[in-house]
Nanobody, 126 residues
Framework: QLQLVESGGGLVQPGGSLRLSCVAS????????IGWFRQAPGKEREGVSC????????NYADSVKGRFTISRDNAKNTVYLQMNSLKPEDTAVYSC???????????????????WGQGTQVTVSS
């Protein structure tokens, strides 16, 4: 059974850092593009970052460019989201999502992914 589990969320002060992990089980991530999405209370889901199945292509929302970095370790079946210089407006539930994708596919920040994790809460507050 295909499953994604996020971890690494928590409470952090503005300017702080967190690293989120998305671990896959029941399948190998090698052939999947992965996206990170977030949803704050009362707001629509937002695509934050994504990485292609090959790992050669990444994409970021303008709001996180220069602060967040996505990476993948296929040997560990894990995708990471390193979040630096966090701001209160980054507060949200962060979820990862996966979809089978050609290694030529760049990846998308649209929520067009087949499988989703349950999410992890990130709260940025002093």
């Amino acid at each position: 059974q295909l499953q994604l589990v996020e971890s690494g969320g928590g409470l952090v002060q503005p300017g702080g850092s967190l690293r989120l992990s998305c671990v896959a089980s029941g399948f190998t991530l090698d052939y999947y593009a992965i996206g990170w999405f977030r949803q704050a209370p009362g707001k629509e889901r937002e695509g934050v970052s994504c990485i292609s199945s090959s790992g050669s292509s990444t994409n970021y929302a303008d709001s996180v460019k220069g602060r967040f970095t996505i990476s993948r370790d296929n040997a560990k079946n894990t995708v990471y989201l390193q979040m630096n210089s966090l701001k209160p407006e980054d507060t949200a539930v962060y979820s990862c999502a996966a979809t089978v994708a050609s290694r030529k596919y760049a990846c998308s920040l649209m929520p067009l992914y087949a499988s989703w994790g349950q999410g992890t809460q990130v709260t940025v507050s002093s």
